[in-house]
Structures are given as C-alpha cells and as structure tokens.
C-alpha cells in the first residue's frame, strides 16, 4: 500500500491539477493524507470537488507551521510506502511506479526535479544539473539536497523520524538526515516533479534555508546534531 502525505494550507489554485497527477498513478487500495492547516480560500471545496474516496483529509488544524502540518499526516499514514507531496506540483507520469521499485531495494528515494513557472513553464528541466545532490550526512548539513517533493521512503524510515523535533529547519532535511544515518538511501537523476517555483511557496528546506542568514543556518545544523544522542536511544530500543 502506498501512502501520499500532503501539507495544505490555501493551495487551492494549483492543488486540483496536482492530486489529479497524483491519483492517476495510484491503485484503488492506495491513500492520498491531506492534513489541512486551516486554509482560508477553497482548498477544501476544491479537494472534496474530486470525490475520490482514497482521498483523507485531516481539517481544521491550527500548526502554522508547514513542518508540523506535514508531521500530522504522516501519522496517519498507513502504507509500506510513503510519498511526500507538495499541494502545487505536478508528477510526471511513472514516478510512483518507478520509485516504488526502487523501495524494494532502497529504505529512501530522492529523485530529480525540474522547475516551472506559476503558468508551468519551464524555468530549470534538471535541479541536480544545478547543485551536486546525493547521500551523505555532513555534505547535505553543509548544503540540503533532500526535496521533500521529490522524496518517498518505506514506513520503517517514520520509526526513527517520529517525533519531529522541535527545532529544526524543515522536515525534509530532518527526514534526510535519518535515513543518512540509518538506512539505505538512492538519488536517481529522473525529473519525475515538476515544482512550482511561485510568491507562497513555503514547502522545501533549501530555499528556506537559504532566506535566513548564517547564524540562523548555523543554529539549525547544530540543532539537528544534538538530536543524534536521541536518535541512537531510539535506535536501540526499536531494533
């Protein structure tokens, strides 16, 4: 079973043509979690437009907060295989199939992306042309490669993952950095997301990461390391 866990909050110009990529390359046992940050426009309407009962939606919450939103519907994820999903891309068809297989191999898959404009239009066909993306604990602290968007990892990755903690930059970077230490991870250099780049985008760590200066860049890293001890504890009492 495959699992889509989106974090929604006034997406409702774009998230109608998302889930639409996104239903399609699903079977009829799989689920599509939205947990809704108590979106001010037509988000909902817009969702519930598409009467698609593998759709779930978690309303009226109050996080404020992207991280947490994105928290909340992992937990109620029920798949083998999560994918994590922004409210205003687009899947390129043969991502869930493609990644799926991978998974069988692989604990995380990151994929490439291209990006486009708030038309669709092509603005970058290959992000990992642009930045050198890949595995690895220290290099992905000094500069994040993990796209949450372009991100999907088997159950056992939330075991150590959940909770989030507190204080950290984004959960895609919070997520990367478990499956670096603990698991197997796989980049493949396929753009199967279109990500669009527009004036409210408020869902991957690079670009918010990269908005703030060097001593908040510097704080988020050590955060993120002081949470090893905790990881291991975690680590030992599960396995």
Request: glycine share 0%; aromatic share 10%; charged share 30%.
């Given at each position: 079973m495959i699992s889509v866990c989106m974090a929604s909050y006034n997406g409702g110009k774009f998230i109608k043509q998302q889930l639409e990529s996104i239903l399609k390359q699903l079977s009829t046992d799989d689920e599509v979690i939205i947990s809704d940050d108590s979106s001010t426009d037509d988000t909902l309407k817009v969702i519930h437009s598409l009467n698609d009962n593998r759709i779930k939606i978690i309303s009226n919450q109050n996080f404020k907060n992207p991280i947490f939103n994105f928290e909340n519907a992992l937990k109620k994820a029920n798949g083998e295989f999560i994918f994590l999903a922004d409210q205003d891309d687009i899947w390129v068809e043969g991502k869930v199939e493609h990644m799926t297989k991978l998974l069988c191999q692989y604990d995380m898959v990151v994929t490439d992306h291209s990006i486009i404009n708030e038309e669709g239009e092509d603005i970058l066909e290959s992000y990992f042309l642009k930045v050198s993306s890949g595995p690895g604990v220290v290099k992905n602290l000094v500069k994040n490669t993990y796209f949450g968007c372009c991100m999907a990892f088997r159950a056992r990755v939330l075991n150590y993952a959940l909770p989030f903690p507190q204080y950290i930059p984004m959960h895609d970077i919070w997520l990367g950095f478990v499956a670096d230490l603990f698991f197997k991870v796989k980049f493949i250099d396929h753009?199967?997301?279109?990500?669009?780049?527009?004036?409210n985008n408020a869902s991957n760590a690079t670009?918010?990461?990269?908005?703030?200066?060097?001593?908040?860049?510097?704080?988020?890293?050590?955060?993120?390391?002081r949470y090893i001890p905790n990881l291991i504890y975690r680590k030992l009492h599960k396995d």
């Open positions: 753009p199967y997301t279109k990500y669009r780049k527009h004036s670009e918010v990461v990269s908005s703030n200066n060097l001593r908040t860049k510097i704080k988020y890293r050590v955060n993120i390391i």
